[in-house]
């Protein structure tokens, strides 16, 4: 007899095939016993008649709790009714491991509660779904890139300085020294970009932001495309075609997942080039029609940002900021020195910025003077400085976040389930 995974079961109609995995639910009606076993590839009914399985069997069934590991056999058949459109009749249940008092049970929990059980609850099938379809938007990124000849360059997680501001650094001591978990891989990006023409890099990135909002994480993962020869307008058409092919490819290859979860596909089949492209100054137009209380030359907050991509239905692109809320890398705009060439793409649906960039400065007085500006230590920013006197060329990039990214596309409330194991202010556990 074969084993096989649950979503291969349509290759063994009317045969018999061994099953190993876990007791998702069960119920019963008298003489009969129906099991759902999931198994990780998906989940299958096994249904047991007291008349045609011998008595062990039927005191298995009986036996066997929530989330005890199992395996059954038994003889598959098709069945319209039945969830993935197979069932078992059960021939034999060996329980490998009875699961006595399994936490979560099928009534609702609060948050706190299965987040103090993630190590369980990514179990349940909406989680399930949440990470396969995390797990194809990052090879949908890794994908978009390899395709178009660009190359994977893995960047530094101990740094010693700070790319995103030193205000949310996450310092840590390093043989006598101080070293920072890495805010993002632009700078080392930049000096691959140089070697390589195209390249990304993709890994963990840290923020040690005291914020508690629905979108931030402490760690996080992050894809930064690093091209050279690029600018401004180059960086956003790279970005729009991005952003589309994961949200499509995810459409395409994840359908059950994203019905699991219920979510409405129409507005993700919007998500298609071109995105509108809007100066900050129109956003800030936009705040100003829609009476929102904002200050010229602050940053967007999520509220914000919220007015300004729900006048657009496929995510927008907002581009030159004020300076001096933008990193020090950033290139000045010839026409209005007092703007930088960053840009942030805002999904749509209330979920606001999910990636930042823009062309970076390839001048090196100019960005020297910008490291003394913002009070950055000189010394680290050598090799940096090194990069705009050794063949600098103008070249842009972004980084998009995984998490917010995976909390758009599954029109989830909060980042914390969009990562098997999130890191936030006040969770270090499981
Ligand atoms: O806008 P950010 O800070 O940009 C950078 O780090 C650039 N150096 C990237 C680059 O140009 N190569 O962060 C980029 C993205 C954000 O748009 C957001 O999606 C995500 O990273 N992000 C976070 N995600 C979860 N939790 C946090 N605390 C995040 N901070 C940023
Ligand atoms: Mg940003």
């Keep these: 007899m074969d084993t096989t995974y649950i979503n291969e079961v349509s290759k063994y109609s009317g045969k018999e095939v061994r099953i190993r995995g876990w007791l998702y639910n069960k119920r019963s009606s008298g003489k009969l016993w129906f099991l759902l076993v999931r ?35 038994g003889k598959i058949s098709e069945d319209k009714r039945a969830p993935g459109g197979y069932e078992m009749q059960l021939g034999t249940v060996e329980i490998v491991q009875l699961a006595k008092d399994y936490p979560i049970t099928p009534k609702e929990h609060g948050t706190a509660f299965l987040m103090d059980h993630r190590h369980l609850w990514i179990r349940s099938s909406r989680q399930v779904a949440i990470l396969k379809i995390r797990h194809e938007i990052i090879k949908s990124c890794r994908d978009f890139f ?47 970009a140089a070697a390589m023409g195209k390249v990304y890099c993709f890994g963990p990135t840290f923020r040690a932001e005291k914020s ?21 307008d180059d960086n956003m058409k790279l970005a729009e075609e991005f952003v589309s092919y994961v949200v499509q490819r995810v459409l395409e290859e994840k359908k059950e997942e994203l019905k699991v979860l219920e979510r409405d596909t129409a507005p993700l089949e919007r998500v298609i ?18 009476n929102v209380d904002f200050e010229y030359g602050d940053d967007f907050g999520g509220g914000d940002e919220t007015v300004i991509s729900d006048n657009f239905d496929r995510p927008v ?16 705009d010839e026409k209005d020195p007092t703007k930088a060439l960053g840009v942030d ?44 006197k050794y063949g600098s060329v103008p070249h842009s990039g972004f980084g998009m976040g995984i998490e917010r990214t995976v909390a758009w596309i599954c029109k989830l409330p909060h980042v914390r389930e969009t990562i098997p194991f999130p890191r936030m202010m006040h969770r270090l556990t499981p």
């Design 212 to 232: 508690k909002t629905r979108r931030h994480l402490t760690e996080f993962w992050m894809v930064e495309p690093e091209v050279a020869y690029a600018d401004l």
């Design 39 to 73: 198994d990780g590839t998906g989940i299958i009914q096994c249904v047991a008649s007291k008349a045609d399985v011998d008595e062990s069997t039927f005191n298995a069934c009986e036996e066997i709790t929530q989330e005890s590991s199992v395996i059954v056999t």
């Design 317 to 332: 692109m907002v581009h030159r900021y004020p300076a001096a809320i933008k990193a020090f890398y950033m290139k000045l």
């Design 345 to 388: 793409v805002l999904a749509p649906e209330g979920y606001g910025e999910i990636i930042g960039g823009g062309q970076r400065e390839e001048n090196y007085e100019l960005l020297l003077s910008r490291i003394k500006e913002h009070n950055l230590p000189e010394e680290v920013f050598d090799w940096y400085l090194d990069l705009r």
């Design 146 to 192: 390899d395709n178009r000849g660009f190359t994977l360059v893995d960047t530094p997680v101990f740094t010693p300085a700070a790319c995103e501001g030193t205000t949310t650094l996450f310092e840590t001591e390093y043989f006598g020294r101080k070293a920072y978990l890495t805010q993002s891989g632009q700078l080392y990006s930049e000096a691959t």
């Design 273 to 290: 080039p071109p995105f509108p492209r809007i100066s900050y100054d129109e956003a800030v137009e936009i705040l100003k029609k829609n």
